[in-house]
C-alpha cells in the first residue's frame, strides 16, 4: 500500500510539473521550437561547407576503410557507419538542388544514395565484393555530380 500511495504521489507531482512547464509560456516555446518535426532547415547554407564538413571526412574514412577486406566487425562497423552517413546525407542534397539543371542534381544525388544504401547493406551481411561494387558505383555517381556541377573539379579516387 504504502508504496502504492508512493507511486500516486510521484505521477501526480509528474503531472503538476507537466502543467507548470505547459503553462510557463517561455520554457515550453523553447521547447516546442526545437523539437518541431517540420523544421527541416539546413544548420549551414553554404554547400561547400556541407561538403567539406559532412561529405569530406566520411569519404576520406571510408575510403581507408574500404582498402581491403575489413577483418573484424570493428572493421565492418566503420564501413557501415560511413555509408549509412553519405547515404543519409545524399537526401540533403534534394533541398539544395539549383536552379538550372535541378533535375540532373536530383538523379545525381539519388544513384549515389541509391549505391550507398548497397554499400551499407552488403556490410551488414559483410559481403566485401557486393559492397566494393556498390562503393566503385557510389564514388562514379558522386563524381558524376561534381563533373556536371563543379566542372570537373573533385573528381573522387574510390
Ligand atoms: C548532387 C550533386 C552532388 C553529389 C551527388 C555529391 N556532391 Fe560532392 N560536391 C558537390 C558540389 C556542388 C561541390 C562543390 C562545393 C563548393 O565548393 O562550393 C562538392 C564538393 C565535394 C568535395 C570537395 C570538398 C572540399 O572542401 O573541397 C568532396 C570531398 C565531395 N564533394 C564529396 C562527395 C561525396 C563523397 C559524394 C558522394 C557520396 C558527393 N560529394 C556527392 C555536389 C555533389
Known amino acids: 500500500m ?4 508512493s507511486l500516486f504521489a510521484v505521477s501526480a507531482a509528474v503531472v503538476a510539473l ?10 515550453w516555446a523553447g521547447y516546442a ?18 561538403m567539406e564538413y559532412v561529405f ?8 581507408a576503410s574500404m582498402a581491403t577486406a575489413p577483418a573484424d566487425n570493428k572493421g565492418w ?17 534534394f533541398a539544395r538542388k539549383p536552379d538550372q539543371h535541378g533535375e540532373d542534381w536530383t538523379k545525381h544525388a539519388a ?3 541509391t549505391y550507398g544504401g548497397k554499400l551499407y547493406n552488403a556490410a ?25 556541377f563543379e566542372n570537373g573539379k573533385h573528381i573522387l579516387q574510390p
Request: aromatic share 8%; with cysteine.
Open 111 to 113: 544513384a549515389a544514395k
Open 2 to 5: 504504502k508504496f502504492v500511495n
Open 77 to 93: 562497423k566503420a564501413v557501415k557507419s560511413d555509408a549509412l552517413i553519405l547515404a543519409e546525407s545524399c537526401n540533403l542534397l
Open 124 to 148: 551488414k551481411e559483410k559481403n566485401f565484393e557486393g559492397a566494393a561494387t556498390a562503393y566503385i558505383s557510389m564514388i562514379n555517381n558522386c563524381n558524376a555530380c561534381h563533373k556536371q
Open 18 to 27: 507537466g502543467f507548470m512547464y505547459s503553462t510557463t509560456s517561455d520554457a
Open 56 to 63: 569530406q571526412p566520411t569519404y576520406l574514412r571510408l575510403k
Open 33 to 50: 521550437a526545437v523539437a518541431a518535426p517540420d523544421d527541416a532547415a539546413p544548420v549551414e547554407d553554404s554547400m561547400h561547407e556541407f
